[in-house]
């Protein structure tokens, strides 16, 4: 950057612009959600056949323009802010030296040179001539320099160097600001059509690598959120920053918003959004690049005692068994991000609220957190917790668990508001055996799902703000006992399902309280999970003292309380459950049961 250019560069100018593109990706934002959440919702009120379902297609586009353009805008606001910071201390510099020279009635160049008049003891009736000093920014020669103007007779070229130096400096620190944000905003540049493909999110997530990389000294003006913190200390940080810093923030770190317990749903739903593009996008090329090396899938059976070729017979390659199990693999997570979009655009579908994304993660298991409707303002929020080979490709079905609860409990709740979140928070123990027979799962995670707990909680502004029911079905429900044990569980209610146990031997036992534990389990021929339980040690000591609990090998059901059991002391619940996996079919009284608990209609709970 030369003189001329830093002189009339105006910082604010590049906040304005920031400041421009916020509003632009504010507006695609809203309209997007418009989209979504209004449009598409009044039309499937209204309209159907193949011109609707051409129109959904449409909308779905646009709405992918919209979000694309939403998060684009946002990065290029955060990088001219960035910018502007980076530049501002050179043009503070300039201004202060040109003021200097001009005080002193000195010039400068177009080069940023200074030029200086004559000044000094006469020589011969006549002062030392003028002249002009040319700025260094290298230390070495800047001492020599100095020394220059130690033993020149003109003292005005010793004030006119130092003026140079500090142009100089001020030009090369805006020089390296413009180097390293000009080809950082080149980038920042759509296709020139109006399809937002893989691809398109692919290079999303190039960008707010680069712009996160430039703006780190930007960034790290604002105070990133606390280490670990608790839901309370998030929210605190959350709090504490202008809505320009919270926007920043979450263009750059979408992920670590996304992930924060305590913050605002819709905060930690844009963000995840965002985080599932990026990760569709990675999911999408992986399959791609597997399709592009498929390896030979039959070869020539051989007769193992002639060693001669079977004629007509043809068995599949190793390496294309190999191949199908690693497409099948990286398939099912592009599917299984599929039902979440799928869910996150079905607004007004069967009457279904907004889906708010408050979690979501494709390494290893995988995480998947879905709300219906918005925890932040529910007057009733139910938490589902699943059980035994829980992962992120299992979305879909508990997705559509809690959007059957939440029409369920919505039809009871007369006018109040429900959400029901499907929580796939944890690593699940993956095998019935041994894992699943293990406490160590259930212990592990017990803080995450209480945090997760306290961060709703603390969301919707404290305890009392919402009546909150926890759901843990299978292992799920291990869990919840675990939770319980651990610490406070953020909850009023627990309800269970085909629970092998809950680590502890009366519903008294928990957080809750007796009165509000419920039990659901199918008769044993259909559900063999709280038998099993049992075997696996994972109830509770009943009768017995605890020391001879400690003592009894393993298998042993002497003294064993799970909450199907009537000892246990929960409410026993009426289920029409036909298998363990069966609880929350459509129409059913397991379902209904699950809803008057969920919405606080106790005294028409069905009695098992």
């Not at 995988?366 to 938490?383: E, L, M």
């Not at 039809?411 to 429900?418: D, E, P």
């Not at 027979?437 to 707990?453: I, Q």
Request: aromatic share 6%.
């Amino acid at each position: 950057m030369d003189y001329a250019a830093l002189k009339a560069l105006k910082p604010d100018d590049f906040e304005d612009a920031a400041r421009g593109y916020r509003a632009a990706s504010d507006m695609a934002g809203h309209a997007k959600g418009d989209v979504e959440d209004r449009i598409r919702a009044g039309m499937r009120k209204s309209l159907s056949g193949e011109a609707a379902d051409a129109a959904h297609g449409q909308l779905h586009e646009l709405a992918e323009d919209l979000h694309y353009m939403q998060v684009e805008c946002g990065l290029v606001s955060t990088a001219l802010n960035a910018f502007a910071a980076d530049v501002r201390p050179a043009k503070k510099k300039l201004d202060a030296a040109i003021a200097d020279a001009e005080a002193k009635n000195f010039s400068i160049g177009a080069d940023g040179s200074v030029s200086y008049p004559a000044a000094g003891d006469e020589v011969d009736g006549k002062p030392p001539k003028g002249g002009s000093a040319n700025g260094v920014t290298d230390e070495t020669a800047r001492a020599v320099s100095r020394q220059a103007a130690n033993f020149a007779p003109n003292p005005n070229f010793a004030l006119a160097q130092q003026c140079a130096n500090r142009i100089a400096e001020a030009l090369k620190e805006a020089t390296e600001a413009d180097d390293k944000w000009a080809p950082t905003l080149r980038k920042l540049r759509a296709d020139d059509d109006l399809a937002v493909t893989d691809k398109d999110w692919a290079d999303v997530r190039q960008d707010a690598r680069g712009v996160r990389e430039g703006a780190k000294d930007y960034l790290g003006r604002i105070k990133g959120p606390p280490k670990n913190g608790a839901p309370k200390d998030n929210a605190a940080w959350w709090n504490g920053l202008s809505q320009q810093e919270r926007d920043d923030y979450l263009a750059v770190y979408p992920k670590a918003v996304g992930a924060l317990d305590g913050i605002p749903s819709a905060a930690r739903d844009e963000a995840n959004r965002t985080v599932l593009a990026e990760a569709h996008a990675d999911a999408a090329q992986k399959l791609h690049d597997i399709d592009a090396r498929e390896p030979k899938k039959y070869e020539q059976r051989i007769n193992n005692i002639t060693g001669l070729p079977i004629q007509g017979s043809q068995v599949e390659t190793y390496a294309w068994k190999k191949w199908k199990e690693e497409r099948d693999k990286a398939n099912g997570l592009l599917g299984s991000m599929d039902a979440i979009q799928s869910r996150l655009e079905a607004t007004g579908e069967d009457n279904l609220p907004r889906a708010y994304l408050l979690g979501f993660e494709d390494k290893g298991l995988g995480r998947s957190i879905v709300a219906n409707g918005n925890p932040d303002t529910a007057d009733h929020t139910a938490v589902f917790v699943p059980g035994t080979t829980s992962n992120l490709g299992k979305s879909e079905g508990y997705i559509e668990h809690m959007a059957d609860l939440w029409k369920e409990s919505n039809s009871l709740a007369k006018g109040q508001r429900v959400s029901t979140i499907s929580w796939i928070g944890y690593d699940a123990p993956q095998s019935i055996v041994p894992e699943a027979m293990s406490r160590s799962y259930a212990e592990k995670a017990a803080p995450t799902l209480n945090k997760f707990l306290e961060g709703v909680e603390t969301a919707q502004g404290g305890a009392d703000k919402s009546h909150t029911t926890v759901i843990g079905h299978s292992y799920g429900s291990t869990l919840v006992g675990a939770s319980s044990i651990q610490g406070r569980l953020p909850a009023d209610d627990i309800v269970v399902a085909g629970s092998p146990g809950m680590l502890v031997g009366y519903a008294k036992d928990l957080d809750v309280g007796e009165d509000h534990v419920w039990s659901e389990a199918a008769t044993w021929t259909k559900d063999q999970v709280p038998a099993g339980g049992k075997l696996a040690g994972l109830g509770g000591p009943a009768h017995d003292p605890e020391w001879l609990y400690d003592l009894l090998p393993f298998g042993s059901v002497a003294n064993q309380n799970v909450p199907s059991d009537e000892d246990f002391g929960a409410h026993i619940m009426e289920t029409d459950a036909e298998s363990h996996g069966d609880y929350w079919r459509k129409n059913s009284v397991s379902l209904e049961n699950q809803a008057f608990v969920v919405t606080g209609n106790y005294d028409r709970v069905k009695n098992g």
